[in-house]
């Protein structure tokens, strides 16, 4: 028989839909995990790494290398078995994507109260895109003509009937 887990995984709620809590515990320690949901369809969940820094219980308490390489093996294999995909990985460099951005030709604004937006250009139309709207807008009005000219017709039909049946 297998020996005994001295560890744990398990999952909370947490603040809304898209968040979870991953708790690991093993004796005498505890670590609380904050996981989003993922917007990529190779994971369901993903955290930062840098939540494995240090222990939740005991408060503060630095979290070695080792034990850290530890707890990820042991999450990698409890993921499989619960059929879950979390990763764990650094955090984004928002500078680096920004830069990235405006190497590009967008243009990014950095905003009093911290925060930072991309404007994203509108494409302009191209002859191509042009030359098909005239087009466009030429067998539209083509069609209109001509069921004009059918409904005019229909009422000179009719008209000429009605005349007919006054006789």
């Known amino acids: ?32 995990i904050y996981i989003e949901m993922s917007g990529v369809g190779q994971f369901d969940w993903v955290a930062c790494d840098t ?12 979290i070695p290398e080792e034990k850290k390489l530890e707890i990820l093996s042991r999450l990698n294999d409890w ?18 994507i920004f830069s990235t ?10 905003f009093t109260d911290g925060s930072t937006k991309i404007f994203f250009h509108q494409k302009s139309i191209g002859w191509e895109s042009v030359f098909q709207i005239i ?5 539209g009005s083509l069609i209109v003509v001509i ?17 007919l049946s006054k006789l």
Request: with cysteine; charged share 35%; hydrophobic share 40%.
């Open 135 to 139: 087009i466009a807008l030429f067998i």
């Open 147 to 163: 069921l004009i000219v059918i409904l005019i017709l229909i009422i000179r039909v009719f008209n000429q009937s009605i005349k």
């Open 101 to 110: 951005y405006e190497k590009k030709g967008y243009k990014v604004e950095k």
């Open 1 to 32: 028989m297998g020996e005994k887990q001295n560890f744990s995984f398990h999952i909370e709620a947490g603040e809304d839909y898209k968040s979870r809590r991953l708790i690991y515990e093993e004796p005498g320690y505890k670590l609380i």
């Open 79 to 96: 993921c499989k078995k619960k059929k879950i995909r979390i990763e764990i990985g650094p955090p984004l460099d928002m500078k680096k």
């Open 51 to 62: 939540e494995l820094l240090k222990w939740t219980l005991p408060e503060g308490v630095l």
